[in-house]
T-cell receptor
Framework: GAGVSQTPSNKVTEKGKYVELRCDPISGHTALYWYRQSLGQGPEFLIYFQGTGAADDSGLPNDRFFAVRPEGSVSTLKIQRTERGDSAVYLC??????????FGQGTRLTVV | AQSVTQPDIHITVSEGASLELRCNYSYGATPYLFWYVQSPGQGLQLLLKYFSGDTLVQGIKGFEAEFKRSQSSFNLRKPSVHWSDAAEYFCAVALSSGSARQLTFGSGTQLTVLP
């Protein structure tokens, strides 16, 4: 597609449930990033993929968060045992080598 | 670790007035610098970036920014604001070395434009 696509656009889940958030990057972009944006804050880095491997996962807040990119294209962010504090907009971005990142519109996750 | 400060949480200007949004960063070397805009329900859109060279950079939608090394600043400017510029603006930095481009964002400045 022309841009970074994220699905779903909105997700409401109950506390303790498992969720998956999907990101389709721009075709040909080798780098993919996940960010989390809490209300009133700037996005915060979670994880960065170069190809299929996670090159830097230092931003993941704890082991309930995990992300994969098995074929070097689509990525899934997985959150286990969701907590109310996980409520935020999750942003995905992709970039070609050494160029700026292009962001998707995000998935708004609400944990009730 | 690098950090980004946007000291103005909210700015209100009249349509047609000039605009300056402030951004200061903390980092030992010169980072890559970016300004993004986020409209309600929209993703982040890149306005402009500075990697090296001319310290005054031009971006889309009539925006420009000036990198001042001595002040560790990268302020965003526009000479005449349009109502459609109302949005939230984020300054961001990325490490200048390595292949990673993870960004550190400021907390944003919300711009309101009065008719």
């Amino acid at each position: 597609g022309a841009g970074v696509s994220q699905t779903p656009s909105n997700k409401v889940t109950e506390k303790g449930k498992y969720v998956e958030l999907r990101c389709d990057p721009i075709s040909g972009h080798t780098a993919l990033y996940w960010y989390r944006q809490s209300l009133g804050q700037g996005p915060e880095f979670l994880i960065y993929f170069q190809g299929t491997g996670a090159a830097d996962d230092s931003g993941l807040p704890n082991d309930r968060f995990f992300a994969v990119r098995p074929e070097g294209s689509v990525s899934t962010l997985k959150i286990q045992r969701t907590e109310r504090g996980d409520s935020a907009v999750y942003l995905c971005a992709s970039s070609a080598t050494n160029t700026e990142a292009f962001f998707g519109q995000g998935t708004r996750l609400t944990v009730v | 670790a690098q950090s980004v400060t946007q000291p103005d949480i909210h700015i209100t200007v009249s349509e047609g007035a000039s605009l300056e949004l402030r951004c200061n960063y903390s980092y030992g070397a010169t980072p890559y610098l970016f300004w993004y805009v986020q409209s309600p329900g929209q993703g982040l859109q890149l306005l402009l970036k500075y990697f090296s060279g001319d310290t005054l950079v031009q971006g889309i939608k009539g925006f420009e920014a000036e990198f001042k090394r001595s002040q560790s600043s990268f302020n965003l400017r526009k000479p005449s604001v349009h109502w459609s510029d109302a949005a939230e603006y984020f300054c961001a930095v990325a490490l200048s070395s390595g292949s990673a481009r993870q960004l550190t964002f400021g907390s944003g400045t919300q711009l309101t434009v009065l008719p």
